[in-house]
C-alpha cells in the first residue's frame, strides 16, 4: 500500500509540471495521470471492483473532455496555446456545457459519477485500519484538491476570459481560394453529435 501512495504522490508532482505547460495536447494529460492513479489506489487497497467502476466513469467523461478540446483546436484555427483562448463561451455553447459537465464529474460535483466513483476510493482508503491507509486517504484528498483546481483553470482560461488570442483565432479563414472570413464556430453535424 505504500508503493501505491508514492505513485500516486509522484502522479502528482507530474500534475503540478504539467500545469505550466502550454500546449493543448498536454491540457488534459494530467488528469488522466491523476486518475490513473486513483485507480492504482483502488487496486492497491484490493477494492477491484471500485477500481473498474472509476475506470468506466473516467473513460465517459475523459472522451467529453477530449471532445470539447477538438472542439475548441476547430474553432481556433487549429491553434493549440490555450493561454490564447478566451472568451469562447459566446462562439461554442454546446462545447462550453459538454466540457462543464464533464469537468463537473472529474472534480466529483455531488451528484455526478466521478463524485460516486471518487467517493467510493476514499471511503476504502479511510476504513483501512492502517496508517498507511490514512497516508493515503489525505494525499489522495489533497488530489482532489489539486483536480479541482487544474479543471476550474481549464474552463476559466478557455471560456470565461476576456480573449487573449490574435483577431486570427475568433475570424479565421475557411478558404484559401475563397478568401472569406468565417468566425470560430461550432463543428458540423459530425463533430457536435457525438458531443452532445
Same mark, same amino acid.
Given at each position: 500500500m505504500d508503493a501505491d501512495g508514492s505513485i500516486y504522490y509522484n502522479d502528482k =508532482? &507530474? #500534475?503540478?509540471?504539467?500545469s505550466i505547460t502550454q500546449k493543448n495536447k498536454y491540457l488534459l494529460d494530467p488528469l488522466l495521470i491523476?486518475? =490513473?492513479?486513483?485507480?492504482v489506489i483502488a487496486v492497491g487497497l484490493s477494492s477491484y471492483n471500485v477500481a473498474l467502476f472509476h475506470l468506466v466513469n473516467?473513460? %465517459?467523461?475523459? $472522451?467529453?473532455? %477530449?471532445?470539447g478540446a477538438g472542439?475548441? @483546436?476547430?474553432?481556433? $484555427? &487549429?491553434?493549440q496555446d490555450f493561454r490564447k483562448y478566451g472568451g469562447l463561451k459566446a462562439y461554442?455553447? *454546446? /462545447?462550453? =456545457?459538454?466540457? *462543464? @459537465?464533464a469537468s463537473l464529474s472529474l472534480v466529483a460535483f455531488p451528484f455526478m459519477t466521478g463524485f460516486y466513483s471518487k467517493d467510493f476510493i476514499l471511503e476504502s482508503a479511510y476504513? #483501512?485500519?492502517y496508517f498507511s491507509g490514512i497516508v493515503v486517504y489525505? @494525499?489522495? /484528498? @489533497?488530489? $482532489?484538491?489539486f483536480t479541482t483546481l487544474y479543471s476550474v483553470k481549464v474552463l476559466y482560461l478557455t471560456f470565461l476570459t476576456n480573449p487573449n488570442g490574435p483577431m486570427i483565432n475568433y475570424y479565421h479563414l475557411k478558404s484559401h481560394v475563397l478568401n472569406y472570413d468565417k468566425r470560430a464556430h461550432e463543428g458540423n453535424i459530425f463533430m457536435s453529435l457525438p458531443a452532445g
Open positions: =508532482s &507530474d #500534475q503540478l509540471v504539467f491523476l486518475y =490513473s492513479g486513483m485507480m473516467h473513460a %465517459f467523461y475523459k $472522451a467529453l473532455l %477530449f471532445l472542439a475548441v @483546436i476547430h474553432a481556433v $484555427a &487549429d491553434n461554442l455553447p *454546446l /462545447t462550453y =456545457s459538454v466540457m *462543464l @459537465i476504513g #483501512q485500519f489525505f @494525499i489522495a /484528498t @489533497i488530489g $482532489a484538491m
